[in-house]
């Protein structure tokens, strides 16, 4: 695992100086090596210093900062047949015998536009991938878009990087985030997007509550069992909800060693829950907990790291800090996390107001416009979070055929048009079918950012300095990104 950075040059002279400088920006991704590469070439080294000594000489060139996760990881970039790839991420199912950029590889040996394509039709994982070939790059993101990746360009090159900080760091401000399932076509004109595997909304089919159990069941079970192929010990960010304990429940019984990371601040209500939701799972639970001045410490990284000033991505983003944290500290290479539950089924109190409030339809739009930008709310900020830690994050709810199958579910399957019922009814269903205990099946959702108690101390503190807590996040970015420029705030 790692981070890629990707340039072309528009005017034609050598990108390797850019793509260096990228690097840099991505060093806290990096326990390993770095490597730069044009079409025909590839230098690999211990340092991004090193880099700096060789020659590549080209108008195209990707790089990436590796990180050994699996023993199966292997430096980058990777030779093809006149081109070289950069792949991040994971495929599922695992290949035995192959690292997944190796197979990567393979399959995109030759003919590299088409066979890129046709590889985002093909298979299933969380992934980013650029190709440098000698007058243009071939890139590409996973449907879902957990693996962050994002693109931008000024007067003299265009770039992609697995993280905003690099592309700010070589005068690009305006960036956006790489539509999910597309693949583009980078070269000194700009970039073609070219849609493979995007979800599609489509007109509700009528299926019983039975048969969409079963096959929400199947799924889920599935997704678990191929995320945690292959390991011995996994990490899940634990709450005691009904999303974390199911996932947790079901990666129990494929065999694997279930690690609970249960982080909050002191004297809340819910420590105790999650202690009696994880005696129910009988798995043990990790329970740290913080104080107002563990909140006011790690602020400023976690907004660094998640690059937007955004106080609820900033309240969220805290508590999954310090999950991250303490998985490392356990040496799990893995967590698990129930993000996209939320969006997927219909979890969200305002789908509910809007149903009861303005109809089906609107709460159905909602829904369908939240799975579209889950990758942006989400997935992004959660990646990048636990990459700095070397933790690398999978999300069982994730999974392509799952959120097809969520997206046109019909409404009644997800919400009651009454107040005060609990939402997610499907999902609640198949926990039942499972058998997860009960009071956790039916436990009412309560976010992430309330249930630790750290929504309540940003506002604390922004108060003690007079300012909105919007005011205060924004003042605290500001600070971490001293050379940043307005635009990106």
């Known amino acids: 695992m790692g981070a890629v950075a990707a340039v072309v040059n528009k005017e034609g002279g050598d990108a390797a100086e850019t793509v260096i400088s990228m690097l840099m920006a991505l060093k806290h991704r990096s326990t390993g090596t770095y490597g730069i590469a044009s079409a025909t070439r590839v230098n690999i080294e211990k340092s991004v210093e090193l880099l700096k000594r060789q020659n590549i000489n080209s108008p195209v060139v990707i790089g990436y900062a590796f990180s050994k996760t699996l023993p199966q990881d292997k430096p980058q970039p990777i030779e093809l047949d006149g081109a070289t790839l950069a792949f991040e991420g994971r495929l599922y199912p695992a290949n035995p015998q192959l690292s997944d950029a190796e197979f990567a590889a393979e ?5 590299h536009e088409k066979a890129a394509k046709t590889f985002m039709e093909k298979f299933e994982g969380d992934f980013a991938f650029a190709v440098a070939e000698p007058n243009k790059l071939i890139a590409g993101r996973d449907p879902l878009g957990v693996c962050p990746l994002y693109y931008g360009e000024n007067e003299t090159v265009l770039a992609l990087a697995s993280e905003r900080k ?65 390991l011995k010990d996994i990490a899940v960010a634990f709450s005691g909800g009904l999303d974390s304990s199911l996932i947790a429940f079901l990666a129990k019984q494929t065999g694997v060693n279930v690690h609970l990371v249960f982080v909050s601040l002191a004297d809340r209500p819910e420590i105790e829950y999650a202690k009696k939701a994880a005696d129910a799972l009988k798995l043990r639970v990790h329970v740290k907990l ?34 991250a944290e303490n998985a490392a500290k356990m040496g799990l290479k893995v967590m698990l996390a129930g993000q996209g539950a939320d969006e997927l089924f219909g979890g969200y109190m305002r789908y509910l107001t809007a149903c ?30 636990c990459g700095y830690h070397n933790v690398e994050l999978r999300l069982p709810f994730a999974m392509y055929q799952m959120a097809e199958l969520a997206m046109n579910l019909p409404l009644e399957l997800k919400i009651e048009s009454t107040c005060n019922t609990n939402r997610k009814l499907v999902l609640r269903r ?48 500001k600070n971490a990104f001293p050379n940043g420029d307005e635009k990106t705030w």
């Open 430 to 477: 198949v926990a039942k079918s499972v058998g997860l205990p009960e009071f956790i099946a039916k436990k009412p959702k309560k976010a992430m950012q309330y249930a630790t108690g750290v929504s309540k101390t940003l506002k604390k503190l922004a108060k003690r300095k007079g300012l909105s807590m919007r005011e205060y996040v924004k003042n605290v970015f």
């Open 166 to 230: 690099a592309l700010w760091k070589i005068g690009i401000r305006e960036t956006g985030s790489f539509p999910p399932g597309e693949l583009a076509i980078a070269d000194k004109q700009g970039f073609e997007f070219k849609p493979v595997r995007s979800l599609v909304k489509r007109d509700i089919k009528r299926i019983s509550v039975e048969d969409a159990t079963m096959k929400l069941q199947t799924l889920l079970q599935r997704s678990i069992r191929e995320r945690v192929s292959g």
């Open 356 to 385: 009861s409030r303005q109809g089906k339809e609107r709460a159905r739009e909602m829904i369908i416009k939240d799975i579209l930008k889950m990758h942006e709310a989400n997935f992004e900020r959660d990646s990048k979070i």
């Open 107 to 111: 399959k995109l040996k030759q003919n």
């Open 290 to 323: 913080y104080d107002e001045r563990d909140v006011e410490r790690v602020l400023p990284k976690v907004l660094w790291l998640i690059e937007e000033a955004d106080p609820v991505k900033a309240s969220i983003g805290v508590p999954f800090y310090w999950s």
